[in-house]
């Protein structure tokens, strides 16, 4: 009998550490992503199945505390991490009228953290990522240096960065360069 090869995915940035002085660079845990996308009037019955309220204002973000989280993306677009479960499953039941597609193997994420996190963004970034206009909880997809990226504040100094894992060297690079000059 032949033996079976079984592909296991290897995270783009695993190892990689980066940073000055005030900043960390981290490859986020592995996750299990979806972009959704469905009316406003499903959104309770998907909120249901999710265990979240999907966030239904522009530039906010929901969390379970368990691990998953829900970015509001547009006015019927969402992009939903999970780090424990499958969303993909728990959305299949529901029986409302949505599209649910897996981006698991196209997204991998950096966390950039410390007092210099939003002036190492902001070297790369043209939004206002300031408290007032991108406070803890936000979210919102925009560019980075020549990437799309999706950027989520999860700490009044913890940021996510969701990009394309071909990409992410690339994104990588120009934080760890940016690190090093935000709190010269």
């Not at 973000?61 to 479960?85: M, Q």
């Not at 963004?121 to 240096?145: H, I, W, Y």
Request: glycine residues 10%.
């Amino acid at each position: 009998m032949a033996d079976i090869a079984h592909a296991t995915r290897i995270e783009p940035l695993a190892g990689r550490v980066g940073g000055a002085a005030g900043v960390s660079l981290t490859p986020a845990a592995p996750a299990n992503r979806v972009s959704l996308r469905a009316g406003s009037g499903d959104a309770k019955a998907l909120s249901d199945a999710l265990g979240l309220d999907l966030p239904m204002m522009p530039k906010t973000s929901a969390s379970n505390g368990k691990g998953r989280l829900a970015a509001w993306l547009g006015p019927d677009e969402w992009l939903i991490i999970d780090e424990t479960g499958d969303p993909l499953a728990d959305l299949g039941k529901t029986g409302v009228l949505h599209s649910a597609v897996d981006i698991s193997h196209r997204n991998t994420a950096i966390l950039v953290s410390g007092i210099g996190a939003r002036a190492t963004l902001e070297s790369g970034c043209p939004q206002n990522l300031s408290d007032k206009a991108f406070p803890m909880g936000s979210a919102t997809r925009t560019v980075m240096g020549k990437i799309e990226v999706v950027i989520l504040r999860t700490g009044e100094n913890d940021f996510r960065v969701e990009c394309w894992r071909s990409f992410s060297d690339y994104a990588f690079a120009l934080l760890s360069e940016a690190a090093k000059d935000c709190l010269a």
